[in-house]
């Protein structure tokens, strides 16, 4: 079954910390996968998005890695800012089908 | 939230009653989608529409209607046979494919029917 697992499923970190988001996959055949930050009661906005080929991918502080032989994907945020505060989610593109959606980590900043 | 409105960000209705949800988009996108987001789960596509005058079902269109009559706009509607109605809706719009391109989402419609 293709699947897209996130972990943790909520995090609370302080602010200036670092911290890392994991995405593991199950979809097959793969095109991409993406990582979107959703704002409570906002739409989703797209932080990266990387294709089969890419193993490191940067927006700003975000820094996305894919393993595509383990199926693997992670996000990493520098330097947290309380305006980080966010669900993060995990989207893989199947190949001439579908968009398979995680369901999201919610990251907590506290100052 | 890019070029793509939706409205109202919150709707209340009776239950038994039918609700339009708006989407508009000046990106000049071919495609539309409309997701479903439920606390705890991950988005689920209810239908899209590639192109002007054609849509098709997502995964869980029962319920739901939808028509593309502009290359704006692409309403939903809820009607009474969806059991669960609240959640909270959001439209998506990307240049081509969305297996393929960038998927621009709008600001959501949160719908309550008691």
């Known amino acids: 079954k293709n699947q897209v697992e996130q972990s943790p499923q909520s995090l609370i970190i302080l602010e200036g910390k670092n911290c890392t988001l994991q995405?593991?996959?199950?979809?097959?055949?793969?095109?991409?996968l993406r990582w979107y930050k959703q704002d409570t009661g906002r739409g989703p906005v797209s932080l990266t998005i990387m294709t089969f080929s890419e193993n490191t991918k940067s927006n700003g502080r975000y820094t996305a890695t894919l393993d595509a032989d383990t199926k693997q994907s992670s996000l990493h945020i520098t330097a947290s800012q309380l305006s980080d505060s966010a669900s993060y989610i995990c989207?893989?593109?199947?190949?001439?089908?579908?968009?398979?959606f995680g369901k999201g980590t919610t990251l907590s900043v506290s100052s | 939230d890019g070029g793509i409105t939706q409205s109202p960000k919150y709707l209340f209705r009776k239950e038994g009653q039918n609700v339009t949800l708006s989407c508009e988009q000046n990106l000049n996108h071919d495609a539309m989608y409309w997701y479903r987001q439920d606390p705890g789960q991950g988005l689920r596509l209810i239908y899209y529409?590639?192109?002007?005058?054609?849509?098709q079902k997502g995964d869980i269109a029962e319920g739901y209607s939808v028509s593309r009559e502009k290359k704006e706009s692409f309403p939903l509607t809820v009607t009474s046979a969806q059991k669960n109605p609240t959640a909270f809706y959001l439209c998506?719009?990307?240049?081509?494919?969305?297996?393929?391109?960038?998927?621009?989402f709008g600001p959501g419609t949160r719908l309550t029917v008691t």
């Open positions: 998506a719009s990307s240049e081509g494919n969305a297996k393929s391109y960038e998927q621009y």
């Open positions: 995405c593991n996959y199950t979809v097959s055949p793969f095109s991409n």
């Open positions: 989207v893989v593109s199947q190949a001439g089908t579908a968009l398979i």
């Open positions: 529409s590639q192109i002007v005058n054609d849509f």
